[in-house]
């Protein structure tokens, strides 16, 4: 049996679980998996089986790259939602990026924002054609 036929989740490290719990839930949406719900640690289920755990760490908010990311087909209403939320999307500029905070190459568009603690997590269509 190799990894490719395992299950696969993405982990956050976070400083205060109650910040985590309110951006997660309250502001991305994701509820919490009931036989996952702990103090320390928070288990969501997404599509096709993927999962993200957020877990209390004294290393949170240290990672300088995306730590997760979703592929989204109806990516303009997840970016429209979340930013209705109050949620800020990163910039790079160029041209490439629109005033949204939308980053486009070809036909792949992509926003990155931060959670309360600074990890940076990514929104994307799949690469879908807009």
């Known amino acids: 049996m190799s990894l490719a036929s395992a299950q696969v989740r993405a982990t956050i490290a976070v400083s205060d679980m109650t910040n985590a719990v309110n951006f997660y839930e ?5 509820p919490p998996r009931g036989d996952e719900i702990m103090d320390h640690v928070r288990i969501y289920s997404c ?14 908010g240290t990672a300088t790259a995306t730590v997760a990311s979703w592929s989204a087909d109806d ?3 997840v970016v429209d939602d979340l930013r209705a ?4 999307f990163e910039t790079q500029g160029g041209p490439e990026t629109d005033e949204r905070g939308v980053h486009t190459f070809g036909g792949h568009k992509v926003v990155w924002f931060k959670d309360p603690d600074g990890n940076t997590i990514a929104v994307d269509n799949g690469g879908a054609p807009s």
């Open 75 to 77: 990516f303009e209403s």
């Open 47 to 60: 599509a096709g089986g993927s999962l993200l755990q957020v877990y209390a760490s004294e290393h949170a």
């Open 85 to 88: 939320k109050g949620v800020t």
């Open 26 to 30: 309250g502001t991305l949406g994701l």
